[in-house]
Each structure stands twice: as C-alpha cells, then as structure tokens.
C-alpha cells in the first residue's frame, strides 16, 4: 500500500462512526473484495489496518485502496444486509458458502398405488403424498427405498406395461397395471411403511421374523435365507447412534475446529432420536470465526428445504442473532445429553481436519507456490490469468475459448466463449478477432484486466495479441506455452520470442499444464458442440423446401440428424409438409 493510499485510508477511518453496519472494501480497479458486518463499524474497520496481518488477509489488506459502508439500525440488519451484498458481489476474500442444495425425503405415493420414490421437493405442501424426512444424502434414502420395496409389493413401474412384469411374478409388485387390488392389504401395507419411515421400525422386524420361522417350518429354506438376509440388511441400514433425549425432536447440532488457518465445520443431524447422518466442511479461514459461523448457519437454513424443531450450537455463538435470522430455537447446552452431542460434532470437526488437512495444505501450498514462481520468473504480481486456445475443422465451426485462473485456482464462473465472425482461418486473425473482442469489453465494461495472458501457443499467437493490445493502449504482460512432440510443455515463450525453460515435473510445470488442458478442454468441447449443431444446420439446408424458418423447427424438435432419419413421414409431416417430408426421408436416404 503507497503513502497516498495510507493517506486516504487513514482520513476515511477518522469518519467512521460508532454504529452497526457493514462495509464493502475495494481495489483498485473499484472492484469490491470483500464484505463484513461490524457491531461498530469504526473498531472493526480500523482492525484491518493496525498491526501485522499473516495469510489471506495480509493478501486482502495488501489490495485495500478505498471502502464503503452502510449503517444499520442494529447487527441484526446488518448480518442480513451482509448475507446480501455477498450474494450480490461474490467478493474474492469471502468464504461462500454454496452449498444450497435441498436436502432428499422420501416420497410415498399413496393414490391411486403405493409407491416410494427419493424427491427434492419445493413445495412440501403436496395432498397426495406423504414425505419423510429430510435424509442427508440420497444415498441413505435410496437404501432405505430398496429395503421397503424389497419388503413390500409396491408399484415399482413409472408408466404400465400391457402385461404384469417381471416385479410381479417374483412377488414384488401386486400387479397394479392389471390385476384388481386388495384395498384393504395396500391401506394395511401403506400403515406399516409409514409407521417405518416415522421412526418405529420394531413392526416390521416383527413380520419379517414371523415370515421367517413360517418359511422355515415348511422346509422353504432358501426363502427363510432370504428373509434372515433382508433383517440383518435392515440391521445395517439403520445401524445409526441411538441418543436417549426422551423426546423424538429433529434437530441439527453445530461445532467446529481450527487450526493453521483452516476451519473445519460439522453438522450432526437428529432425525427421530437417531443420529442419522454428518456433515462436514472444510475452509481456509480469513475472517472472524464468529462471523464465519454465523453466516454459515444463515446461509445453510436459508436455502434449505428443511428446518428442524431446534438447532444445538456452541457457547460462543450469539443465539440471539442466530434465531431472530433463521427463525429457529437455537440452544447453547452446558450439561447432560445435548452438551455430548455438540461435544461429538466438535471431535468430529476436529477429526475430519486432521483427515483432509494435509492434502488440502499440500495442494494449497503447491499452487500458491507456482502461481508465486510463475510471478517470479516473469518478475510480475500474478492474482489473475487468462488463457486462449483455438479449435477448429479445416477452417469451419471456428471458435477460441477462454478460462481465467484467480490465484492459482480455475475461475469456471468467468471463462468465455467466442464463435469466429467471418471467413477468418489462419491463427494470427483468429486470435487477433478473439482478444479484439474480449479487451475491448474490459475496456469498455470497466472489467477486470489480467496480470498475464497465456496463448496455447508460440510466437504467432504472441504477436497476434500484442498487436492488439498495442492498439487498445493496453499493457499487459504475454507469454505462449510452447509444447513437444508429445503435445507437453516444455518452455515459455516471452514476448520477445526468446524461451524460458520449465522444469519438468516441478510445481510450475504441472501447474502450466493443467491452464493448458483446461483451456484446449474448453475450446474443444465447444467446437463439438457448434460442430454437432452446425452439421445438423447444413443438410437440412441442402433439402428442397426448406427454409430458415422450418430448419429451426426441425432442429428444435429432433435435435440429431440420427432422430429425423428415424422419424416416420407422419411426425415429419407435423412440422413441415408431406412433400417435403418426403424430400428428407429421399435426401437422407441418398446421403447414407
């Protein structure tokens, strides 16, 4: 940070008040980096800049040259306006949280036939089903759905067959596309699942043992197997941790551990009094730990599909806050049995690090290392990279592709695809039109500009891009990655022509090849995909009467060339005339 910025920074945090809210800082490009709330914006914001910072948010410091902030009546909105303005600007120095997923249940259908089905549901409030749940993951619903349909003859078929299938002749499915219904044994066996799925699972073991001594006192010993092998299958599936709270609350228990600038958070989920699933995830931290946690938890109920009766956390968090957010009863326990459970999700959190630690480091280490070389070598601060490669097919369907990596890390949300405009077919113009049109939107959008463009390629590339550069006033360092025979890298290309040799299986090394495969990757697969599209285009062009109009229908429609020779002169006719169904029927024969 230059005198002139300390000058200014230091000016702006005299005028900070004694309030909650939150504040936004920038670099210099006036891009917003990160976003933090503070009960009083002048200590929190003034932290930043007194006394020695290590890690990540040295890094964020270092590239601090104005801030922003709002005042808020109270933290409460602040913590919401600070969820808020992260989702909006998706800072580069905040943790964000995306795991937003919803979480599976299992459905049963109850009219007109019983079915069970894992589902995602958006709106729970459906009349002709009952769901249960929610389940972790889908695979610990997917095995509680094969054991109840392996148990009972539920319908098992999405559409019906003509014909009773091959789950009704080995006992199980009742028939339902055509054999009449016993009502009263469907309602008896949609009574017992559902007694199941509510937690009471001592009926059905009940039955199955029954079922077993009967097989076997009739001398079916294969089937009385069978039946043993379907028990101890439902041993295992519901071999979870039994907690004694005398109550069947669902529930979701919070701690975590840190250690060397990582956090690791686990969720225990409560499920009828069974401790049916974990959670676990692991950050690099460089913010507040209460801050991280507490919009974890925000961010993990806001878009979650399902919110339980009451959640356990640790005593440091504010659960206040936390409940007037989420709207959940949030209990901070110091004794007895919800004390052991937020107790076990911290060794569990304190575990899970200790497991993924070291590979996570390891990997971290590795690139930050060859990113920080890349940047030595090339005597550059390297935070951005973009990177483009052309594909074409003897001149035609001609497109560059563009992957950015920030901090050594691939950046997918900003990658880039250019469909070639014109008859342009030598690599020097073709790379002239991509970087044309992607610096000219930099300049024009007020976009980020990188500190190094890679060409997968040499000089030709080189100079196609600086010459653009030049002409755009732009002064941006260029390198091309020169490979063998063996389509490796071996050296960098500078923009002199001259080579910098790599070292082979070092840290940069592997690092320039994985920016050099993702890139071809990502030129590559769109050049199949306008490939596959544009073939398609073509011989419908060449087929009497057929116009634009038409060809886009057809395209919609059929999407392969392979579908349209499959379809019939009847569902061809529904989009384009007889005749001219005909005509592609006759067009296409010809052409095989």
Known sequence: MDENVKKYIKQKLSLLPRKPGCYLMKDNTGKIIYVGKAKILKNRVSSYFIGEKVG??????????????????????????????????????????????????????????????????????????????????????????????????????????????????????????????????????????????????DDITKKLKIDMKKESDNLNFEKAKEIKDLLNYIDKILEKQKIDLSDNVNRDIFNYYIKDDFISIQVLHLRNGNLVERNSYIY????????????????????????????????????????????????????????????????????????????????????????????????????????????????????????????????????????????????YHLMMQTIERRYSRVINDGLIKPDLILADGGIIQINAIKEVLDNLCLDIKVCGMKKNDKHRICALIDEDGSEIGIEKNSNLFHYLEKISEEVHRFAISYHKDIRSKGSLSSILDNIPGIGEKRRKELIKEFKTINNIKNASIEELSKFVPIAVAQNIKDYLKDDE
Not at 408 to 413: I, R, S, V
């Open 284 to 427: 690099e931290l460089n913010e507040d730990k209460e801050d991280v946690l507490n919009n974890f938890i925000a961010s993990f109920y806001q878009n979650n599909n399902d919110r339980p009766k009451e959640v356990l956390i640790p005593d440091e968090l504010d659960d206040n806050l936390l409940q007037s957010i989420t709207d959940i009863k949030y209990v901070k326990p110091t004794r007895g049995a919800k004390k052991k459970l937020v107790d076990m999700a911290y060794e569990n959190a304190k575990i899970g690090l200790k497991e993924k630690f070291d590979l996570i480091k390891n990997d971290l280490d590795k690139t930050v290392r060859a990113n920080e070389e890349l940047g030595k070598l090339l005597n550059i601060n390297i935070h951005r990279i973009e990177s483009f490669d052309n594909s074409h097919l003897f001149g035609t369907y001609t497109v560059s592709g563009m992957v950015v990596f920030t901090d050594g890390k691939p950046n997918k949300k900003e990658y880039r695809k250019y469909k070639i405009i014109g008859n342009v077919k030598d690599d």
């Open 56 to 201: 990540k948010t040295r890094a964020l410091v270092s590239n601090i040259v104005d801030f922003e902030y709002i005042v808020t009546e109270s933290e409460k909105e602040a913590f919401l306006l600070e969820i808020n303005l992260i989702k909006k600007y998706d800072p580069k120095y905040n943790i964000i949280f995306r795991d937003d997923k919803s979480y599976p249940y299992i459905m049963l259908t109850t009219s007109p036939y019983p079915k069970l089905e894992v589902v995602r549901p958006k709106n729970k409030k459906r009349k002709d089903v009952k769901l249960f749940g929610p389940y972790p993951n889908s695979y610990a619903a997917k095995n509680i759905v094969n054991m109840l349909n392996r148990i009972y003859p539920l319908q098992k078929c999405k559409t019906f067959e003509s014909k009773p299938c091959l789950y009704y002749h080995i006992g199980e499915c009742l028939g339902y596309c055509k054999i009449k219904i016993d009502k009263d044994k469907m309602e008896e066996m949609i009574r017992e699942i559902t007694s199941f799925l509510n937690g009471n699972y």
